[in-house]
RNA sequence: GCGUCGGUGGUAGAGUGGUCAAAUACAACAGACUGUAAAUCUGUCGCCUUCGGGCUACGAAGGUUCGAAUCCUUCCCGACGCA
């Protein structure tokens, strides 16, 4: 994997000033990233409702998919014989995992509750918890010693995840990217409970990368066994990069600004590939989270905004210096039959749309759009036919990817500031 | 014409003397969703309301009863059987 920027964000004026925002090129064994970039959430080795083909004609470079899902169901050891994620789907393009980090979270604090990974309120402090009364709610993740132990999802039965644990599976699995085993915490648990988990977190990070390297070692001496046997019939030995995945970092602390800064400071000083920015939070800590981290995080590595992909967060993230965001949004709003439009969401099933004859959004270049009204598509959602979920994703998905694009190329032409004030002044939330 | 059974909210369908403005499902309407426990979930769903309650309702009209969607009478409508 090489990281190469290719312009930061100034001002109007052409002036660099102090941001931290910036354009630029990930290489990747199976293809080029160009970033800023949004990965499309492929948890199950699947965008939900997409082909590949459509997947790709939406615009993404690259997909995520999950740890947790893919170790339940398959298994990695068939996807790894399938020949790694992204054969195994038939997606050609970079590939990247998550750790199963985000699992610690939402099987776990946030297991029948009504927090998610960006919350309502506006203020947090009111979030702060009565950790007491909440020991026997039931959870599907529960934090040991060394690991977490998860009660499957799918049929109750019992798997303890460690950090070396993650990294084997992820490994197998075969991504270009793949994350440490974090812990994601709730913006509920108090700071001292912060401050444990983000110690948990850091010596996570630390076994992670210790298992990383490991299996590199192994995977070089076997192949170096196989090179000198006349073996190797990879015919990747000339690849000017590594066939093994690279490794993320996953920076945490809550909301609190010391724990952030620490967590940054503790994570950039790992050999660590790229850094993750991970935690649930209230929706007006983000901004100030994300610039606290990238101010210390080095310039030259890539850096990845967990789980966040509303237009919104978007700007706010590029601004403050972050190269990819992943988010359910596009796909899941899309199945749920909300669609992006530029002046806001739109409910589709709502009954002013069922003999509206126009596209989605007048002027957008999807594949939906240009084929299908609205009209279609709520009689799509209210018949509860499939292939509504289908063309409502091929257009968010579309609309979010082509979005950070817009955004990518502000930055080029050097009017980021411009388009943002552009594009935030017709959207309502 | 006689007999039997049945007519409940947009639909289907519970309910057979009070706890019924009436279960449940569907439809409808509105909303939520940010590293996917999610093609999911929540709320509303007779009318009015100062949210305490008030009013009108279970084919129609009468009646019995402290009280009726529930019992009785007649009528209207439907299904089936016999002529």
């Not at 669609?339 to 509206?356: A, H, P, S």
Request: hydrophobic fraction near 35%; charge should be negative; include cysteine.
């Amino acid at each position: 994997m090489r990281f190469t920027i290719e312009k930061k964000i100034k001002d109007s004026k052409g002036e660099a000033g102090n941001y931290l925002g910036r354009a630029g090129v990930l290489e990747t064994a199976h293809g080029v990233i160009h970033t800023p970039a949004f990965v499309a959430v492929g948890t199950k080795a699947t965008v939900k409702s997409l082909n590949p083909e459509q997947v790709r004609e939406a615009g993404t470079e690259v997909v995520l998919g999950n740890t947790y899902h893919l170790y339940l169901q398959p298994g990695e050891e068939i996807v790894k014989d399938a020949g790694g994620i992204g054969k195994f789907m038939n997606w050609h393009g970079p590939t990247m995992t998550d750790s199963g980090g985000f699992q610690v979270f939402s099987l776990g604090a946030a297991y029948g509750k009504d927090i998610s990974k960006v919350t309502k309120i506006t203020d947090p402090s009111l979030l702060i918890p009565e950790r007491f009364d909440d020991s026997d709610a039931p959870r599907l993740a529960k934090i040991g010693q060394d690991g977490v132990s998860f009660k499957s999802h799918l049929d109750g039965s019992i798997h303890y995840i460690t950090p070396e644990k993650s990294i084997q599976i992820q490994h197998n699995l075969g991504a270009d990217i793949i994350f440490a085993f974090d812990e994601c915490t709730s913006p509920t648990e108090d700071l001292a409970y912060q401050e444990e988990a983000l110690e948990r977190t850091h010596r996570w990070a630390e076994r992670s990368l210790a298992e990383h390297q490991n299996l590199k070692q192994e995977d070089a001496r076997r192949r170096s066994h196989s090179i000198l046997e006349g073996q190797d019939h990879s015919g990747r030995s000339e690849d000017s990069f590594e066939h093994l995945p690279a490794l993320f970092g996953i920076v945490q602390g809550g909301r609190d600004e010391n724990l952030r800064k620490k967590s940054a400071n503790f994570i950039k000083n790992l050999d660590f590939d790229g850094f993750g920015i991970g935690g649930s939070f209230a929706k007006e800590d983000m901004s100030t989270a994300v610039k606290w981290v990238n101010e210390i995080l080095p310039e030259e590595k890539p850096r990845h905004l967990l789980g966040i992909g509303e237009p919104e967060d978007l700007f706010m993230g590029i601004e403050n210096g972050v190269d990819l965001f992943d988010c359910v949004a596009p796909t899941r709003l899309g199945r749920n039959g909300t669609l992006y439009t530029k002046t806001g969401k739109m409910i589709i099933m709502n009954t002013k749309f069922r003999n509206d004859f126009s596209p989605i959004e007048k002027n957008c270049n999807c594949y939906t759009c240009k084929n299908y009204t609205r009209a279609y598509v709520a009689h799509l959602f209210h018949g509860k036919e499939m292939l509504a979920g289908t063309l409502a994703s091929i257009h968010n998905l579309y609309f979010i990817v082509n979005l950070v694009k817009e955004i990518r190329q502000a930055i080029i032409n050097e009017n980021f500031f411009e388009f943002k004030e552009e594009f935030l002044g017709g959207y309502s939330k």
